[in-house]
């Protein structure tokens, strides 16, 4: 029998403004309750709810996780294969 694999994760690209407000990024604390959520979101790219727009771009998502106290604003590409971080806050 052929070993099982996990389900392929999407990887994670940021957008200029997100990449800008990781940087800005400085306690442990604060990287390890992000990573938790960028994990979270490239398992599932879908976890997050939608946020209502025009349809004219892609849809964005908004994944809150109330523990750690991270809210991701993003959008997955056509295949799922591609998170896009717009927005950060820790």
Same mark, same amino acid.
Request: charged fraction near 30%; proline fraction near 7%; include cysteine.
């Given at each position: 029998?052929? @070993?099982?694999?996990?389900? /392929?994760?999407? /990887?994670?690209?940021?957008? +200029?403004?997100?990449?800008?407000?990781?940087?800005?990024? &400085? &306690?442990?604390?604060?990287?390890?309750?992000?990573?938790? &959520?960028?994990?979270?979101?490239?398992? +599932?790219?879908?976890?997050?709810? @939608?946020? @209502?727009? +025009?349809?004219?771009? @892609?849809?964005?998502?908004?994944?809150?996780?109330?523990?750690? /106290?991270? /809210?991701?604003?993003?959008?997955?590409?056509?295949?799922? &294969?591609?998170?896009?971080?717009?927005?950060?806050?820790?």
């Amino acid at each position: 029998m052929a @070993p099982q694999h996990a389900p /392929r994760r999407a /990887r994670i690209a940021f957008s +200029d403004s997100a990449a800008k407000q990781l940087e800005e990024l &400085t &306690t442990e604390h604060e990287i390890h309750a992000l990573d938790r &959520t960028l994990v979270a979101i490239s398992v +599932d790219p879908e976890i997050g709810e @939608p946020i @209502p727009g +025009d349809g004219t771009r @892609p849809e964005l998502r908004q994944y809150t996780d109330e523990f750690e /106290r991270v /809210r991701c604003v993003y959008y997955v590409s056509a295949l799922k &294969t591609v998170v896009v971080v717009a927005y950060i806050e820790v």
